[in-house]
């Protein structure tokens, strides 16, 4: 974390800095030699809506398998790819990739679900995001409909006029845009109103101090409330528990991403359940919340 601090501060280091920054260092000639390795893979989580029980969005998600660490989180390798740029070519990867399996399981039924990618700042500053999306749907053969990308609250706070508008135009083509891990930022919530967005989600960590806390629970009822007058779209995420199933419920929350329902799996894992019809034994939870 050391690299993001603000300009003019001072860093002291530490020996585990040290560390930590060999770590980084090391790791972003890993990401350059696992990228043509092939060690990366994307895993798939279902979003579902509540009411009808149906997968309404699996949003992609990387994974990197390194021959010798085993797996890499993406929230450690991540922002590493993207101070080196790396983050380019991966996320060309992730969105070809997503797309291609999205178009595979449209063809096979699933005509309602639609695949989300998360797509980071510094694609956001470096791409023409129009053609790159684009290029994608040609390729890939997918309709618009069953794309959407996900931006964080934060980068999109501090989006310029040029990417806002880049991204209502994939809006105008049909593309679903989604502000990811709303509540982390610092945005207010009269920002909503003026956001190029079609979906919000809300940070797993809110959900969770609402299970627990009074005034978290009134917090994210407002949310709930307020993004349903804006017409946005409602995604929780992390939902672990019944009681925090229950308690979104109450909130007439539509949809529900997490551990309760599913945990990312790979296409191949899910083309089991998906075509099996077993998809309420995949779910942890055991309740049959997510049954096709
Ligand atoms: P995110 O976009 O908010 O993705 C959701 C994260 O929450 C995933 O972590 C997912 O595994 C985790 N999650 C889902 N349900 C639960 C739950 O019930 N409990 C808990 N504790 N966690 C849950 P993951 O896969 O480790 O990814 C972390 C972050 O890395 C993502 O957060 C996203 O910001 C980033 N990321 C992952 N893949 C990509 C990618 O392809 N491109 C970019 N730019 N970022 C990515
Ligand atoms: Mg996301
Ligand atoms: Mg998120
Ligand atoms: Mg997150």
């Given at each position: 974390k050391a690299k993001s601090d603000g300009k003019g501060t001072f860093r002291v280091y530490l020996p585990e800095m040290g560390r930590e920054v060999r770590r980084q260092h090391y790791l972003s000639n890993e990401i350059r030699r696992a990228v043509n390795d092939s060690e990366f893979s994307l895993e798939f989580q279902p979003i579902i809506e509540i009411a009808s029980n149906q997968i309404a969005y699996f949003e992609a998600l990387l994974r990197w398998h390194h021959p010798h660490e085993g797996q890499?989180?993406?929230?450690?390798?991540?922002?590493?790819?993207?101070?080196?740029?790396?983050?380019?070519?991966?996320?060309?990867?992730?969105?070809?990739?997503?797309?291609?399996?999205?178009?595979?399981?449209?063809?096979?039924?699933?005509?309602?679900?639609?695949?989300?990618?998360?797509?980071?700042?510094?694609?956001?500053?470096?791409?023409?995001?129009?053609?790159?999306?684009?290029?994608?749907?040609?390729k890939t053969k997918l309709p618009p409909s069953c794309l959407m990308i996900e931006i964080t609250e934060s980068y999109l706070m501090e989006a310029t006029g040029d990417i806002i508008a880049q991204i209502d135009a994939l809006r105008q083509m049909g593309v679903k845009v989604a502000i990811d891990d709303f509540g982390?930022?610092?945005?207010?919530l009269s920002s909503l109103a003026s956001l190029p967005i079609d979906v919000l989600k809300i940070d797993r960590s809110f959900v969770n101090k609402a299970s627990s806390g009074k005034k978290y629970r009134r917090i994210l009822a407002s949310i709930?409330?307020?993004?349903?007058?804006?017409?946005?779209?409602?995604?929780?995420?992390?939902?672990?528990?019944?009681?925090?199933?229950?308690?979104?419920?109450?909130?007439?929350?539509?949809?529900?991403?997490?551990?309760?329902?599913?945990?990312?799996?790979?296409?191949?894992?899910?083309?089991?359940?998906?075509?099996?019809?077993?998809?309420?034994?995949?779910?942890?939870?055991?309740?049959?919340?997510?049954?096709?």
């Open positions: 890499i989180s993406p929230g450690e390798f991540i922002p590493i790819a993207e101070e080196t740029r790396q983050i380019l070519p991966l996320g060309d990867y992730v969105l070809y990739e997503a797309m291609q399996q999205m178009e595979q399981w449209n063809r096979a039924g699933l005509r309602k679900a639609r695949v989300s990618v998360n797509v980071s700042s510094v694609q956001l500053k470096q791409l023409a995001l129009r053609e790159w999306v684009e290029q994608a749907l040609q982390t930022g610092y945005s207010s709930v409330a307020l993004a349903k007058e804006l017409d946005l779209t409602i995604v929780a995420e992390g939902v672990e528990t019944a009681e925090e199933l229950e308690l979104l419920k109450s909130m007439k929350c539509q949809y529900i991403q997490g551990f309760l329902i599913s945990r990312p799996q790979t296409s191949k894992r899910l083309n089991h359940t998906l075509f099996n019809k077993r998809l309420s034994q995949v779910a942890n939870s055991g309740t049959g919340v997510w049954s096709e």
